[in-house]
């Protein structure tokens, strides 16, 4: 039986009231919130950021990607 398995990871954060998220194919670029729908809504903010910075359409379209699926998790999670 084959699961599937979410492309965004959530974490606890330094504190109790904090958690990390971040994709799985961008784990240096962090989101960080009260509630992992918070952090799921800053971690797309950061992605949309790094778009500017992306040189290839490749890449381009990866980092849509991620961020379609942690907006994705952040309406399921909301």
């Not at 950061?46 to 359409?57: G, Y």
């Amino acid at each position: 039986m084959a699961t599937e398995q979410s492309r965004v990871i959530v974490t606890t954060g330094a504190t109790a009231h904090a958690t990390l998220i971040h994709h799985r194919d961008f784990p240096e670029i962090r989101g960080e919130g009260e509630s992992p729908s918070a952090a799921a809504e800053n971690l797309a903010n950061h992605l949309t950021r790094a778009l500017d910075s992306a040189l290839t359409k490749w890449r381009r379209d990866a980092i849509q990607q991620a961020i379609d699926e942690v907006r994705a998790f952040a309406a399921e999670n909301a």
